[in-house]
Nanobody, 124 residues
Framework: VQLQASGGGLVQAGDSLRVSCVASSSVRTFSRDAMGWFRQAPGKEREFVAAISWTGRTTNYADSVRGRFTISRDNSKNAVYLQMNSLKPEDTAVYYC????????????????WGQGTLVTVSS
């Protein structure tokens, strides 16, 4: 599975942005994987942001983004999305998508395939 993230950019605090991730694999493979978004700010470890079950019916969020971010997926397009609202400067990071075993997984080590990341910068 190859994952390509896109949609990052420079926005102001309070703005919204949607990042996308497309998987280059068979539809069967992608639609059976849970998917997650992680982020890594400069000088910090990669951290969990959100995850979604393979059906798209269940989701899981980090406390820091719950209520502001929404993860979704479209298995017909092999795509997963992260809608980010009310962005804050502390959301500045490279955002990575990854495939994993469960929407309840939050550890980097639990996710097997990673995209190259897309940079989101939020100015104050």
């Amino acid at each position: 599975v190859q994952l390509q993230a896109s949609g990052g950019g420079l926005v102001q605090a309070g703005d919204s942005l949607r990042v996308s991730c497309v998987a280059s694999s068979s539809v069967r493979t992608f639609s059976r994987d849970a998917m997650g978004w992680f982020r890594q700010a400069p000088g910090k470890e990669r951290e969990f942001v959100a995850a979604i079950s393979w059906t798209g019916r269940t989701t899981n969020y980090a406390d820091s983004v719950r209520g502001r971010f929404t993860i979704s997926r479209d298995n017909s397009k092999n795509a997963v999305y992260l809608q980010m609202n009310s962005l804050k400067p502390e959301d500045t990071a490279v955002y990575y998508c990854a495939s994993g075993p469960s929407y309840l997984a939050t550890s980097v080590n639990e996710f097997g395939y990673w995209g190259q990341g897309t940079l989101v910068t939020v100015s104050s």
